[in-house]
């Protein structure tokens, strides 16, 4: 399910595949599951700077929901 997603490859490993760094700011540690509903800190790449693997809230909000 869309909902649910795992990350569960160490941080360089993410570095070496995506060819960036991991921001060293941000705890990475593997994760065997991740919640959309909990709306976790997930790794992500921006386009503003696609060098740097950093965290972001994801989750998923119901058409009706308020912003």
């Known amino acids: 399910m869309c909902y649910h997603v795992t990350q569960t490859k160490m941080k360089i490993e993410v570095e070496k595949r995506f060819d960036a760094e991991v921001d060293p700011t941000i705890n990475f540690a593997p994760q065997n599951h991740y919640n959309g509903f909990d709306f ?15 965290h972001f809230n994801w989750g998923l909000s119901p058409h009706w929901a308020r912003d």
Do not use: F, Q, S, V
């Open 40 to 54: 976790p800190a997930m790794p992500i790449i921006t386009d503003e700077n696609p060098l740097i693997i950093t």
